[in-house]
């Protein structure tokens, strides 16, 4: 294994190092890691929910009553009636006719397009899309096109061409709905509008926009109008806003029967435990309800743009929790994360190929739990770095 070192010491040397922190406490805007409290702005778990006592509750009944392993896959016996009643629940929501519960969403997105294409059809893809989506693409027999970020004009020529050239194939189009590591919303009416056009399929992955966005936080197709006819298939993580883990994807009985026949990381995996279907429930009940948790955040992001376009620094084209800074640089990054670090702060180096090269940044994402004093706190910070402005 020797071999192996010379590419690891090279990792370092460019700044592209990862190492993992030790968290020591739930998850919060307050955790422990490696012995210390810091003030936490770089989770996913934008409401706060996932130490929710509600939540917590549902999945210690659930594990009381259904014990902790699923035993097998869903083909098997692994199935349980809170995996059935959970997805029940997600297609109300998203006001789809059916949903399916997956242990990740990186499985969920290979499930697509594993199930759906094959060597003489198409892939279209956002140059910007998570790392799942690409090596769903890449891990599929179909043809992979990836257009620039946001560059909807260009997809349709390629999707007007290959209409006609390719009239037996079929063309998915699949895109981060709030891209990840940007946290601008795609422009999803007119992909909609064009998929339809070409007789397309459009797919949107919302890990980012679901709970969030959408007056009762069904995400990006409730926040703009959006149905299944428009968006076929709907694919969102249950591990971020919602605050549990899994992802599901929603859509027609056909789609949905689809991937249960042939989706490979559907049926060649173990189920995920069914308490954790029990919290999704509850975790949910509390998104729909309390719409105070979506209106906070709303509130935040705003006071944080604000407040840091006060202080001269460039903020992403973004009105979502996501709020990264680009510095460029990997070690600038780095050297700025390890300096809010030590004020207390803690917000990861975000680097390639995470992001493209040369757009290292600082992922700053907010949650419901944070206070403008916390933002203050932040801000103040970033203001003492010198290479901030
Ligand atoms: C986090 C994320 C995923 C992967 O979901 P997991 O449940 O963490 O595997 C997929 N797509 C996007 C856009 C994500 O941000």
Known sequence: MDELKPELAARQQQGLYRRRLISQSPQGVRPVIEGRQVLSFCSNDYLGLANHPRVKQAFKDAAEQYGVGSGSAHLVNGHSQLHHDCELRLAEFTGRDRALLFSTGYMANLAVT????????????????????IDAARLSDARFLRYAHQDVTHLKQWLDQHVTEYPQARRLVMTDAV????????????LAHICQQTNSWLMLDDA??????????????????????????????????????GAFI????????????????????TASPPATAAAIVQSIDLIQRESWRRQKLLDLIGYFKQEISSLGVELMPSDTAIQPIVLGDNHLALEASQSLFNEGILVTAIRPPTVPEGSARLRITLSTSHE???????VKALGSIRYMV
């Open 114 to 133: 594993s199930a759906l294409v094959s060597r003489r059809d198409f892939i279209y893809q956002d140059k910007l899309n998570h790392a799942s989506l």
């Open 179 to 190: 891209f990840s590591m940007d946290g601008d919303i795609a422009d999803v009416s007119s």
């Open 208 to 245: 980012h926009g679901f709970g969030v966005l959408g007056n009762e936080g069904a995400g990006v197709c409730q926040l703009r109008g959006l149905d299944q006819t428009a968006v076929p298939i709907l694919m969102a993580t249950l591990g971020k806003a919602v605050g549990v883990s």
């Open 250 to 269: 929603a859509g027609s009985e056909a789609l949905i029967e689809t991937l249960i026949q042939k989706a490979r990381s559907y049926i060649y995996t």
């Open 372 to 378: 403008t004093a916390d933002i203050d706190r932040l």
